[in-house]
């Protein structure tokens, strides 16, 4: 599913965030948002969900106009988002977590059944603790749970912001493995984060975000041979 | 102190302080000095370890290892009252406000924990961040900006010596924001001390004499700005680690 935002202006109250964002993710391809504190990285992921209401601007599934949809709506659709704060519910265990997720939008056994196998398919290290508690997997196992709740819906695009907070870089390049799986199943990842260096390993697409406009945007490669002069922009004053 | 040599005009030195959580080193061997008239900014990635330095140098924790003096006095193992009680006021990433309690009410309340005689005026806090005209208005009711404004006007009131603030302008309004600017100028020409924890570095850059970078909880730079925003290691730490 293609993903596609237009002129997008945002914020909150009076305060402008976004100024204008146009962007595109594509299927089978991680696009990764980078930018400076307050550029307006999780804003962008917040409103193309529908957490927040756009000002101005669109946001196309599969060219399908979808701008302004609430997120229980976006979810319906296959859009999924995860947001930086821990949300899995700690005293369930990782398969209730994992099917009470999916119960909110689809009461439907079968589907249900059928998404908890691809998961544990995917991810091994959740089947193996599939009756534990989630407050007792370690940061990054309660992060896969994070993201794989998602597929249990059967989401087509993913949206991730900062997989990277709270974790140590080890546990981040795990993470990010995981993130690499999705793409492989044919899933749109469009993820913000801090982290360049690490994020840039699976990362097909880039945009910079500066100050609430996109003032890059390219290939991986196009963008490694300019990141140290990217960044040192952000210093400068 | 003067075993560290410590300048005359030094209003807090820490010396090696270091904090870890379990296995976590959130601040590792952080030594510096803030001077009288000064800001020291403080910058560095999420996670660096920057509100971990505050919250030691607040006394909403103790430091495994190392010491830091307030206006000399050896502070650390202090509780957070007895610190601000030193001259130091505090403001958060997230405004603790008394929520329920009108903007008035806020500012008395942050005099309570003040001595008497250092006791500034409440309307003079409320004019000098802008806000007179909400003194009424629940807490709740004001915007993010104003919320840091109050804020900033609860930590003034008390008339601290040195004021560290975490993130005062991240979601401000620029309007609101030049005014919080104004409100450091002036208290630097009383010669106050700051330390300020900020994304926004040009604003940053802009108001401090030195500027402190972390990451993993280390000090990787110090300097003043145009020395650090062009340090290498510095593009480096904002590049990220690989793995």
Redesign the interface.
Known sequence: MRLEVIDLVSGYGDVPVLNGVSLSAEPEKVTSVFGPNGAGKSTLLKTIFGVLRPKSGRVLLDGEEVTGSKPEEMLRRGVSYIPQERSIFPDLTVEENLKLTAWIVRKDRKAVSRGLQRVYELFPALKENRDRKAILLSGGQQRMLEIARFLVLNSKVILLDEPSAGLSPLIYSEVLDVVARLKEEGLTVLLVDQNIRSTLRITDQVYILESGKVTFSGTKSEFHGKMAEIVATWLKF | MERYGLREDTLLAASGLSKSFGR?QAVYDVSFELRRGEVLGLIG???AGKTTLLNLLSGFYVPDRGEFYVNGRKANGLPPYEIARLGVARTFQVPRLFYNLTVEQNVRAALLSSPRSTRKDVAKALELVGLNGHREKLAKEL???QQKLLELAMAWVMDPRIYLLDEPF????PVMRERIVGVIRSELEEEKGFVVIS????TL??ISRRVIVMSMGRIVAEGP?EE???NRE??EV??????
């Open positions: 976590l990635p999420n996670g915007s993010g900006g991240a979601g401000v309004h994304h926004e570095i040009t850059m802009q700005p650090v925003s062009s510095v593009i904002y590049l990220g680690e690989e793995v």
